[in-house]
C-alpha cells in the first residue's frame, strides 16, 4: 500500500466529489473484513504406504491428501506452488471463478505453461459471491491422483450459513489409489492405445478403510455426538469413477454443491462425478454406535473394466461427557470396538439412483436464469476409435476393436494440447500456429447419437480448436453423450465459470420437446454437470469473464483421450471487462 497523502484543509470538496468517497469508504469497510491468505506449497515426492506397499507419491506439503485452505467469502488466496518433483506440475483452483485472473487457473498448456522441476509460479486470486466447498488438484497427467485437497469457502465473516449451524464441519475426500505409480499406468495406456489398468482401492481421506488388506489400523474415525448436527463436505477427488456414498442408518440432507446452496432435501445416497462437491448436514440420531461411511463405484459405461471395491470410514459417536476443548477428538469412542453396521449401497449400475437423485437439485429461490440466448451450441461428448498406423505393433493398438487405438471427442474433434505454449498466452499475445477458432458449434453430421452410430463416425479429427464467445453474451450448450464405443455418464467441467442446469434427459435432445421441459425458475448452479449416460443436459450461462477457459470430461483418462475443448471468451470494454495482464513469474515453456 501506499502511505497516505496529506490532504490540505483548504481544498474545496463537490458534493459528487463527497458522495464518491462516502460510496468508497463504505465499499473499504464492507471488504475491510476481506483477508489475503499466503500459502506455500511443495510439490515433492513422499513416501507413502498403502496396501502394505510403500509408493513414492508425488504430495503437496509431504501430506497426502494434501492441505485444506479455509477461507471467507471475499478473501485473497496467495499460493506459491515449488516444483520438486520430476514431473511438471500445474495447480487447478477446480470451481473458482477466477474473475479477470485466468493466468491463477491453472490447467496445464491452457491457461499457463506447467511449472518445471525445480520451478516455482505463485497463484493469486479473490473468492468473491461463492460458499461451500470446492477443492484444489494438480492439472497435468494423472498428477491429481495423489495432488489434491479441499478448499473450503465459509461466508464472510459474520453472516451466517442460510441452514443451522452445524456443530463441527468434516472434509470427506474422495480418491482413488494404484497400487503402482499413476504415471506409469497413464503412460502404459499411451503406448497401448488400450484402457488404462483400474485403481486397486479407493480411499476417504487418504485412507481405504477396513475392506481392504493391511488398511483397518488406519481407518478415516468421524467423530459425532449424539444429538449434534455436523457438516460433511464431500468431495470426488477420484480420477476416473464416478462414485455413490452413503452411511448406515443415517439421513442425508444435501444443502449445497459446488460451492453454491441448494433447496435442502434429503437422501439416503449420494453420487459425485469426479470434480463434483456435495454438502450435507448429518445428525446423530441414531443409537450410539459405530457406522460405516461407505463410497463404491457407479458404472455406467458397457462392458468396461472397472474398480468394484468399497471403501469406508466410521462415523463414531462419542460419549459427550468430556467436555474440554480437546472433547472432539479425543472423548471416549463407542465400544470401541464395536464392528461398524455396513450400508447397502445401489448397484454399480443403479442408473435410475443416480436420475432421482440429480433431478432433486433445485437453488434455494428463484434465479436468474438467462432466457434470451446469444449463441446456442450443441457439442456431443464421448468415445471414439483411431485406426493403428501402419507401423504400430498388435501391442500398441489395443482399443476396443482389434487394430485401433481409444480416443475421445466432442463434436467429433478430438483436443489436442499445445506443447510450446499455452492458449491463453497465444491468444493474449497474438502468437499465430497454437490454436484456431473453428470448433464447430455443432456436430458435423447429424445422426442418431444415442442409438447404432454407423462406424464410419466412430474415428474423431485431431485438433486444437476453440470456440469464441463474444463477452456478456448469452449461452445455452447442449451436451449429448453419445454410444460410440459404449454410452457413459461424463462428468463435464467448465473452468472460469459456474453454470445453470435447466435440464437433463436420456436419449437425444429434441428441442421441439424437450425445451418444454426447462427449469427456468430455480435451476441449480454447478461447476461440473453429470451428463446422464446415453442422454443429455443442457447448461446456460453468461460470458462473464474474458480468457481461455477449459471444457472437458472429469475423468482424466477421457481428457488424455480428447474430450475436451477451449471457450475463449473475448474481452469486452475497459479494463474491468479484459483479463488482467499476466503474472510477471508465469512459467515460460
Not at 171 to 183: S, T
Not at 384 to 398: L, M, T, V
Request: hydrophobic residues 35%; proline residues 9%.
Amino acid at each position: 500500500m501506499e502511505p497516505a497523502k496529506t490532504i490540505h484543509n483548504n481544498v474545496k470538496y463537490s458534493p459528487i466529489f463527497l458522495a464518491i468517497f462516502v460510496l468508497i469508504l463504505a465499499s473499504a469497510l464492507s471488504s475491510a473484513n476481506a483477508k489475503i491468505h499466503e500459502h506455500e506449497f511443495v510439490v515433492e515426492a513422499t513416501p507413502v504406504k498403502r496396501l502394505c506397499k510403500t509408493h513414492n507419491s508425488i504430495t503437496v506439503n509431504g501430506q497426502y491428501p494434501g492441505p485444506t485452505l479455509e477461507i471467507n467469502n471475499g478473501d485473497t488466496l496467495v499460493v506459491k506452488v515449488t516444483n520438486k518433483a520430476r514431473y511438471n506440475v500445474t495447480i487447478h483452483w477446480h470451481g473458482v471463478r477466477q474473475m479477470r485472473t485466468g493466468w491463477a487457473d491453472g490447467p496445464e498448456f491452457v491457461t499457463q505453461c506447467p511449472i518445471r522441476p525445480g520451478g516455482s509460479y505463485t497463484y493469486r486470486f479473490t473468492v468473491q459471491g461463492q460458499e461451500g466447498t470446492l477443492w484444489w488438484h494438480a492439472h497435468s497427467s494423472w498428477l491429481r491422483a495423489t495432488v489434491y485437497g479441499a478448499l473450503i469457502i465459509r461466508p464472510r465473516e459474520g453472516e451466517p450459513y442460510p441452514f443451522p449451524k452445524p456443530k463441527h464441519e468434516t472434509p470427506i475426500l474422495l480418491g482413488e489409489w494404484w497400487d503402482a505409480n499413476p504415471i506409469d499406468v497413464v503412460r502404459q495406456a499411451t503406448r497401448t492405445g488400450g484402457a488404462p489398468n483400474v485403481s486397486d482401492a479407493y480411499t476417504i481421506n487418504g485412507q481405504p478403510g477396513d475392506l481392504y488388506k493391511c488398511s483397518s489400523k488406519d481407518t478415516t474415525i468421524v467423530p459425532i455426538h449424539a444429538g449434534e448436527t455436523n457438516l460433511l463436505r464431500v468431495i470426488n477427488a477420484a480420477l476416473n469413477q464416478p462414485l455413490f456414498f452413503t452411511v448406515a442408518n443415517h439421513k442425508l440432507t444435501v444443502v449445497g454443491a459446488d460451492a453454491s446452496y441448494l433447496k435442502p432435501f434429503t437422501t439416503k445416497v449420494l453420487m459425485l462425478g469426479p470434480g463434483q462437491t456435495t454438502d450435507v448436514l448429518i445428525t446423530g440420531d441414531q443409537p450410539p454406535s459405530r457406522y460405516y461411511m461407505a463410497a463404491r463405484a457407479y458404472q455406467s459405461a458397457q462392458n468396461a473394466a472397472f474398480d468394484n471395491t468399497t471403501t469406508t470410514a466410521i462415523l463414531e459417536y462419542k460419549s459427550p461427557n468430556h467436555h474440554n476443548k480437546h472433547s472432539h477428538h479425543h472423548a471416549k469412542g463407542v465400544k470401541n470396538k464395536t464392528k461398524p453396521i455396513m450400508p447397502p449401497l445401489p448397484a454399480y449400475n443403479d442408473t435410475n439412483a443416480v436420475t432421482a437423485f440429480s433431478k432433486s437439485f433445485r437453488s434455494p429461490r428463484k434465479v436468474e436464469v438467462p432466457t434470451e440466448i446469444d449463441q446456442s451450441l450443441f457439442f456431443t461428448v464421448g468415445l471414439g476409435i483411431k485406426k493403428c498406423p501402419k507401423n504400430f505393433g498388435p501391442k500398441r493398438c489395443q482399443g476396443p476393436i482389434n487394430g485401433t487405438r481409444f480416443t475421445a471427442s466432442m463434436n467429433n474433434v478430438s483436443f489436442v494440447l499445445p506443447n510450446n505454449v499455452s492458449i491463453l498466452q497465444a491468444h493474449h499475445l497474438g502468437i499465430p500456429g497454437v490454436f484456431t477458432t473453428d470448433f464447430p458449434g455443432k456436430p458435423p453430421v447429424k445422426f442418431d447419437y444415442t442409438g447404432n452410430v454407423s462406424r464410419s463416425l466412430w474415428q474423431p479429427v485431431p485438433g486444437t480448436k476453440a470456440h469464441k464467445l463474444k463477452f456478456g453474451s448469452r449461452v445455452q450448450i447442449v451436451l449429448q453423450d453419445t454410444s460410440i464405443v459404449t454410452p457413459e455418464n461424463h462428468p463435464i467441467h467448465l473452468h472460469g465459470y459456474d453454470f445453470y442446469i435447466v435440464a437433463e434427459g436420456f436419449g437425444n435432445f429434441d428441442p421441439k420437446k424437450d425445451t418444454a421441459k426447462f427449469n427456468l425458475v430455480d435451476p441449480p448452479l454447478r461447476n461440473t454437470v453429470a451428463v446422464p449416460v446415453n442422454g443429455w443436459a443442457v447448461i446456460r450461462f453468461v460470458a462473464d469473464n474474458p480468457g481461455a477457459w477449459l471444457l472437458h470430461c472429469h475423468l482424466d483418462v477421457h481428457i488424455g483421450w480428447g474430450l475436451a475443448t477451449v471457450l475463449l471468451v473475448e474481452n469486452g470494454v475497459g479494463k474491468l471487462q479484459s483479463i488482467e495482464p499476466p503474472p510477471v513469474d508465469l512459467p515460460l515453456c
